[in-house]
Every structure is written in C-alpha cells, then in structure tokens.
C-alpha cells in the first residue's frame, strides 16, 4: 500500500499527524507492506529566515494577535502535542524558511531515509529550537540519520532537488490539498489533518480490503482533522 503524505518541517500539526498516523500503523496487522512517501508543500515559500525571531513572535506578527495570543495559541498545540508524547518548545522555534529542508528529504528519499529524516527535522525544529533552513544544521541532521556528508553540502550548495519540490507542491494542488498534513493511500481515500489515529485505522483497513479485492473505489475526502494551511492553523 503506498501512502503519500504532504507536510511541512514549521507546521505542527504535521509532527503530531505523523505520531497519530505511527500510532494507527502500530495496530495494522499489515504494516510491513505500507510504503511512505514523504511529499514538499510549503506553508509560507516567500518566508524569510530569521534566526533572532521564534516562532510566537512570528504568529502574532502575520496575525495581528499580542504576544499573550499568540502564546496562548502555541500553549494550545503544545499541550495536544504532549498527547501523542512530544515535546513542543515554541518559543524556541526558529523562523526558517523550509526549501531546503525539503530538498535534503528527496536526497534521503534517494536511500530510503527519508521518514528518518522527517522525524529528525520534526525534532530539531520543534523541540530543539535548531534553524532547520541552515545548511550546517541540515548537514550535521543528514549525517545522524546515515546521509553521506558530502554529498549533502554538494546538493545544499546547488540546486538539486529544486524541481522534485516544486513538483510535489504543484501535486499537492492536483490532490485535493490546501492545507497539511495530507495524507494520500493508493491515489484513491485522503486524509486531511492529523485526525485521530482510528481514523487511520479505518481508512488503512478500506484500503487495504479493496487492494486484496483488486476494485477500483472511489476518492473519500476526510477534512474535519487539525492541519495547517497558508492562512494559518485550526
């Protein structure tokens, strides 16, 4: 079964739709026949890097909130983070434009790393506070998951990967997905929002029942769950 998941590294719902998605497959008696694809989609692409500024000041900035507002709406997403087991430090989190980020996931694709890589960017972005759009940072995450590290400074230094990016953004406006995370299973059900894991369940095992039954089926659109879109996240 192949699921495509579009995401972004500065969307928080992407992080805590990835551990309610892990959660699902946990408990499906065929995991070991799923394969992920980790797709680009860019929350904000004229976003400007800026290490001096954390993530609440940016939101309270774009949205016109108080800083109070604004730590409260990442209070709010911090607390559901820790349900699923993670640990948001937003007030850490670095503005970082993540283009880059996204061209070091197609190099990790390359060798199959790359939802090691997700979960590592995931992890510096949100928890650590690292400035996930700097090449030095995107080297040494490269490197911890078994990227060779000078192919890594070859590709961060041109333009590799440019055009799978774009693709993948583009693709996400052909599917369906104005917001992430978005899951995708077989081209056929989508999944929007990082929904609670029996939603996952339930769409694993459709999907799974119509492959050994080789029917077409068709598209079911799910939209209710917490995602993040250019507009912001609900």
Request: with cysteine.
């Amino acid at each position: 079964m192949k699921v495509e998941i579009w995401s972004d590294v500065m969307c928080p719902f992407c992080y805590i739709g990835k551990r309610k998605f892990e959660l699902a497959l946990e408990k499906f008696p065929h995991r070991d026949k799923v394969e992920i694809t980790w797709k680009s989609f860019q929350l904000n692409p004229d976003m400007v890097t800026d290490p001096a500024k954390n993530t609440t000041q940016y939101l309270a900035e774009v949205k016109g909130w108080s800083l109070q507002q604004a730590a409260d709406a990442s209070n709010y997403v911090t607390d559901i983070a820790k349900k699923v087991g993670l640990t948001y430090n937003l007030d850490k989190a670095v503005v970082a434009n993540s283009f880059d980020a996204h061209r070091l996931s197609h190099l990790a694709k390359k060798y199959n790393k790359q939802d090691a890589l997700e979960e590592r960017l995931f992890l510096a972005y949100f928890t650590e506070g690292e400035n996930t759009a700097d090449h030095t940072v995107l080297r040494e995450i490269g490197v911890e998951i078994g990227l060779e590290e000078t192919e890594i400074k070859s590709m961060l230094a041109g333009n590799e990967f440019t055009a799978e990016v774009n693709m993948d953004i583009l693709e996400a406006q052909m599917v369906g997905a104005r917001g992430v995370p978005f899951f995708v299973f077989e081209r056929k059900y989508a999944v929007s929002g990082a929904q609670d894991p029996a939603a996952f369940e339930q769409v694993l095992n459709t999907v799974w029942e119509e492959i050994e039954k080789v029917k077409p089926v068709e598209i079911a659109l799910t939209t209710d769950g917490e995602s993040c879109g250019p507009e912001g996240c609900d």
